[in-house]
T-cell receptor, first 113, second 115 residues
Framework: NAGVTQTPKFRILKIGQSMTLQCTQD?????MYWYRQDPGMGLKLIYY???????DKGEVPNGYNVSRSTTEDFPLRLELAAPSQTSVYFC????????????FGQGTRLTVV | AQTVTQSQPEMSVQEAETVTLSCTYD???????LFWYKQPPSRQMILVIR??????QNATENRFSVNFQKAAKSFSLKISDSQLGDTAMYFC????????????FGKGTLLTVNP
């Protein structure tokens, strides 16, 4: 049981380039999330999804896009990368129900230069 | 909107001693979940302990326990018999049941366990 898998683990982008961070989970969770972690700031929610075909903005969505075509996959797209998007990105998933918790991927460290 | 406040950016403790990390939160909801997550240098987010707001009994997981004060909106983490492997960043998090189970995190407390 792999849990939540994120790829890549590290990436360096040049300003203006685009990329997609991949996230997949094998726990049949309906809820999936993307967070970014900046030093001293905790984790901030970028986008989330409550099921296939349904996505919504979180606290810091500007510069990002998401899609959720299947239950398992929730990719995060960065268009026109900017230095402000240098961060560590975490994908997480959970289910709606008693005793729920969020399971996290290992994170992607992204540097925009 | 919910907010989570961790007032201690850094703490240190001697091995085998006890340490308490503080967390307060603000919400208008009555039912919710609270969590402590640990993030070691590997970057992996690891669940330490969970508390459901409708349960009055404080959660306990081995050396980890919480002091949940619902009226005061306080959720502190006590680590007993601290071990070197407890060195990590600790995040307090609030899960809203009304808002699609989204997590709101505090800024974290960096705990160092000294030998």
């Amino acid at each position: 049981n792999a849990g939540v898998t994120q790829t890549p683990k590290f990436r360096i982008l040049k300003i203006g380039q685009s990329m997609t961070l991949q996230c997949t989970q094998d726990m049949n969770h309906n809820y999936m999330y993307w967070y970014r972690q900046d030093p001293g700031m905790g984790l901030k929610l970028i986008y989330y999804s409550v099921g296939a075909g349904i996505t919504d903005k979180g606290e810091v969505p500007n510069g990002y896009n998401v899609s959720r075509s299947t239950t398992e996959d929730f990719p995060l797209r960065l268009e026109l990368a900017a230095p402000s998007q240098t961060s560590v990105y975490f994908c997480a998933s959970s289910y709606s129900g008693q005793g729920t918790e969020a399971f996290f991927g290992q994170g992607t460290r992204l540097t925009v230069v | 909107a919910q907010t989570v406040t961790q007032s201690q950016p850094e703490m240190s403790v001697q091995e085998a001693e006890t340490v308490t990390l503080s967390c307060t939160y603000d919400t208008s909801e009555n039912n919710y979940y609270l969590f402590w997550y640990k993030q070691p240098p590997s970057r992996q987010m690891i669940l330490v302990i969970r508390q459901e707001a409708y349960k009055q009994q404080n959660a306990t997981e081995n050396r980890f326990s919480v002091n949940f004060q619902k009226a005061a909106k306080s959720f502190s983490l006590k680590i007993s018999d601290s071990q070197l492997g407890d060195t990590a960043m600790y995040f307090c998090a609030f899960m809203s049941l009304r808002s699609n189970y989204k997590l709101t995190f505090g800024k974290g407390t960096l705990l160092t366990v000294n030998p």
